[in-house]
């Protein structure tokens, strides 16, 4: 900390000797909103059994970090004492004071060890450099990190006025049980200054239309809904599209509102108190939820757009193989699972203990997907285990990505061409685009090119899609107008036969006629 966090935290002097001006960081560039914090949690002494073997090696055992084993004990006196052991204190004894996460006003953190409580022993650094190596010196001497420390926290937030940009830094240090310690850094950069600049205009019209959109949409469904009944809106699958969208929607205003609060509520108090810790991450983990949620907002409203090619036969072949193959994917899917999971299992169980991609089950399946898109390190894992790796990612590479993977492609590829073969039957004449086009040239008074020419369209044809089917040709009577035709030919060509006689009125032998005036002479 002395010769990192507090050189980079604090704003020295300029090269040319000038100092700096405070309450920046070093960088010259951002503002620190309050001072810096940090933050310690704890664990109970002796909160683990040693074996008997041991008992007279070892004095005492400490568990790894949990909520059941943290210390929260209220007061400590300094070095970790008992309070009642030294009644001298000084303004550093804030450190060996516990508060919980509602004095603190602070949320849990979720790093690589243990999600860890908000609350803790905390000390404020000061807004001046001097001051702040002095807090860390005091802390030192009186040994404030031990064996029993197992996170300590360095909480701050600044603003860059530049890009509109508050960064709301948690740098955590885990400490485990056997000693060891893992950094782990968690920056929220959040924009809560929204209506600043160029744009403010923009942006506030933006959000105002936003919000009459809502109201029309959830007017409209609302409308529907009373008009189809509960059972039929259901049953539409877009009706389960719009439902979720409008609650999205009003989940992004109801969030708009609390981040809005909260903004004044956390300015007020930074205005109030600008020599104190002042927490951003409420407001910064509110206004990344709004970002999540509206994000999934404008997801649906992009997949709603596929409703506009209904019209298409060519854009409605994603939905309908879906459809026609979703029994098959389901029962493939009950196969594929199980399949994975005895995977996931398999390699969480031997390689958890040594690769770091194993540790946790969640992170076995996220490395077993990769394995299927091709993005793994082999070696690795043949160097775990020379016998057990080569073999498990054989029998994976054979069983999931060239098995079962294909059968997935082949469910979809052979619906894929049943259902087309079922659409070449259809007519592709209410083409929507060519439609718009058509009648926006009719209404600027251009000729027509598209596929509505020389066609005259009714309102009333348009109320529901019709598609016409091919003109069903009756082979047999075809082969006997060809046939007829072909004997036609015949007679006109060969024969001197009128047209009224029959052809065949002797089962098709024919009687050669001789001229009156030839006389036939014989040798």
């Known amino acids: 900390m002395i010769q990192t966090l507090v050189p980079g935290l604090y704003n020295d002097a300029w090269y040319n000797g000038k100092p700096g001006k405070p309450g920046f960081l070093n960088d010259k560039m951002s503002y620190v909103v309050g001072i810096a914090r940090i933050r310690q949690l704890r664990v109970k002494s002796g909160t683990c ?26 007061y400590y006196a300094p070095g970790w004492k008992p309070a009642n052991q030294n009644s001298s204190y000084n303004f550093h004894c804030s450190a060996w004071h516990y508060k919980t996460t509602a004095d603190l006003k602070t949320r849990p953190i979720m790093g690589h060890l243990a999600l860890y409580r908000g609350g803790g022993y905390n000390t404020d650094l000061s807004s001046s450099a001097e001051e702040a190596y002095s807090v860390i010196n005091y802390l030192k001497s009186h040994q ?69 959109f809502s109201l029309y949409f959830t007017y409209r469904e609302f409308k529907r809904f009373l008009k189809m009944g509960l059972k039929q809106y259901l049953a539409e699958f877009w ?20 981040r809005f609060a909260l903004d004044r509520h956390t300015k007020n108090n930074f205005r109030n108190n600008p020599q104190k810790f002042v927490d951003f991450h409420h407001l910064a983990l509110v206004d990344m939820l709004f970002g999540y949620v509206y994000a999934f907002v ?70 077993l997907i990769s394995v299927m ?92 899609v019709k598609y016409k089917r091919k003109k069903e040709i009756d082979q047999a009577q075809k082969l006997k107008d060809r046939v007829d035709r072909l004997v036609s030919l015949i007679k006109k060509v060969h024969f001197d036969i009128n047209e009224d006689e029959d052809f065949l009125r002797n089962d098709g032998e024919v009687t050669y006629l001789l001229p009156e005036n030839q006389e036939e002479s014989y040798p």
């Open 49 to 74: 059994l040693i074996d008997a073997v041991f008992q007279a090696q070892m004095e005492d055992c400490n568990e790894p970090y949990s909520w059941d084993a943290e210390d929260q004990t209220s």
């Open 373 to 464: 898109l091709g993005k793994f390190s082999y070696v690795s894992l043949e160097r775990t285990n020379r016998v057990l790796g080569p073999l498990m990612f054989f029998f994976y590479s054979i069983g999931v990505v060239f098995i079962l993977v294909n059968m997935f492609l082949s469910i979809i590829i052979e619906n894929f061409k049943r259902v087309k073969n079922d659409n070449d039957l259809q007519s592709n004449e209410h083409e929507i685009i060519d439609f718009i086009i058509d009648q926006f040239s009719n209404w600027l008074g251009f000729k027509s090119r598209s596929i509505f020419k020389n066609r005259v369209v009714a309102e009333e044809e348009f109320a529901k």
């Open 144 to 212: 404030w990190v031990d064996k029993y420390t197992r996170a300590v926290f360095v909480e701050f937030t600044v603003y860059n006025v530049h890009s509109n940009l508050y960064c709301v830094a948690n740098l955590l240090l885990e400490f485990t049980a056997a000693g060891g310690v893992l950094p782990f850094i968690q920056l929220l950069s959040t924009r809560i200054d929204r209506y600043v600049g160029n744009f403010l205009i923009f942006v506030l019209i933006c959000e105002v239309t936003f919000v009459l």
């Open 239 to 258: 009706s389960w599209i719009e439902l979720a969208q409008i609650g999205l929607s009003w989940t992004c205003i109801v969030l708009y509102g609390i």
């Open 298 to 367: 404008v997801f649906l409203t992009s997949v709603k757009f596929l409703r506009l090619f209904r019209f298409n036969r060519r854009m409605s072949l994603l939905g309908s193989t879906i459809s026609a193959s979703a029994r098959e994917l389901f029962h493939f899917g009950i196969i594929f699972g199980l399949v994975f999971v005895g995977f996931s299992h398999l390699c969480y169980l031997v390689f958890s203990r040594e690769l770091y991609k194993f540790h946790t089950f969640v992170t076995t399946i996220e490395t």
